[in-house]
Protein backbone atom coordinates (compact mmCIF):
# COMPACT_ATOMS: atom_id res chain seq x y z
CA UNK A 1 0.00 0.00 0.00
CA UNK A 2 1.38 3.72 -1.20
CA UNK A 3 2.58 5.85 2.40
CA UNK A 4 -0.44 8.30 1.49
CA UNK A 5 -3.07 5.51 1.28
CA UNK A 6 -1.56 3.53 4.33
CA UNK A 7 -1.86 7.45 6.54
CA UNK A 8 -5.31 7.49 5.36
CA UNK A 9 -6.08 4.02 6.24
CA UNK A 10 -4.83 4.89 9.55
CA UNK A 11 -7.12 8.13 10.51
CA UNK A 12 -9.64 6.32 8.81
CA UNK A 13 -9.20 3.59 11.99
CA UNK A 14 -8.89 5.75 14.31
CA UNK A 15 -12.25 8.29 13.47
CA UNK A 16 -15.45 7.59 15.02
CA UNK A 17 -18.27 9.47 16.40
CA UNK A 18 -15.72 10.84 19.07
CA UNK A 19 -17.14 8.23 21.84
CA UNK A 20 -16.02 4.20 22.03
CA UNK A 21 -16.78 1.80 24.31
CA UNK A 22 -14.14 1.10 26.73
CA UNK A 23 -15.06 -2.04 29.11
CA UNK A 24 -18.47 -1.46 28.34
CA UNK A 25 -18.79 2.30 29.23
CA UNK A 26 -18.48 4.67 26.70
CA UNK A 27 -15.61 7.76 26.62
CA UNK A 28 -14.98 10.64 24.79
CA UNK A 29 -12.11 10.82 22.23
CA UNK A 30 -10.78 13.99 23.92
CA UNK A 31 -10.33 11.69 27.50
CA UNK A 32 -8.19 9.09 25.62
CA UNK A 33 -5.16 10.73 24.71
CA UNK A 34 -3.74 7.39 23.09
CA UNK A 35 -6.64 7.48 20.77
CA UNK A 36 -6.53 10.83 19.87
CA UNK A 37 -3.00 11.32 19.69
CA UNK A 38 -3.05 8.39 17.57
CA UNK A 39 -5.44 9.70 14.90
CA UNK A 40 -3.76 12.93 15.03
CA UNK A 41 -0.75 11.79 14.24
CA UNK A 42 -2.11 10.07 11.24
CA UNK A 43 -3.64 12.69 9.91
CA UNK A 44 -0.34 14.81 10.10
CA UNK A 45 1.55 12.30 8.06
CA UNK A 46 -1.02 11.93 5.46
CA UNK A 47 -0.56 15.69 5.46
CA UNK A 48 2.79 15.84 5.05
CA UNK A 49 2.75 12.99 2.30
CA UNK A 50 0.02 15.33 0.49
CA UNK A 51 2.23 18.12 0.54
CA UNK A 52 -0.19 20.47 -0.48
CA UNK A 53 -0.04 24.37 -0.38
CA UNK A 54 -3.77 24.70 1.05
CA UNK A 55 -4.84 22.25 3.68
CA UNK A 56 -8.71 22.46 5.36
CA UNK A 57 -9.36 20.80 8.49
CA UNK A 58 -12.56 20.40 9.81
CA UNK A 59 -12.38 19.32 14.12
CA UNK A 60 -14.83 19.49 16.48
CA UNK A 61 -12.60 19.37 19.98
CA UNK A 62 -9.07 20.57 19.47
CA UNK A 63 -7.42 20.52 22.37
CA UNK A 64 -4.88 18.38 24.50
CA UNK A 65 -1.48 19.93 23.31
CA UNK A 66 -2.77 19.19 19.86
CA UNK A 67 -2.51 22.63 18.33
CA UNK A 68 1.17 22.25 19.28
CA UNK A 69 1.65 18.50 17.76
CA UNK A 70 0.26 19.82 14.66
CA UNK A 71 2.84 23.23 14.95
CA UNK A 72 5.68 20.89 15.77
CA UNK A 73 5.41 18.32 13.20
CA UNK A 74 4.21 20.46 10.40
CA UNK A 75 6.87 23.33 11.21
CA UNK A 76 8.48 22.77 8.27
CA UNK A 77 6.09 23.13 5.60
Not at 26 to 45: C, H, K
Request: glycine share 10%.
Amino acid sequence: MAPLAQAAAAAAATAGNGRHANGGQYVLESEDVERFTARNNAIIDMLREMDSDVVCLQEFWFGGGMPQLFKERLHDR
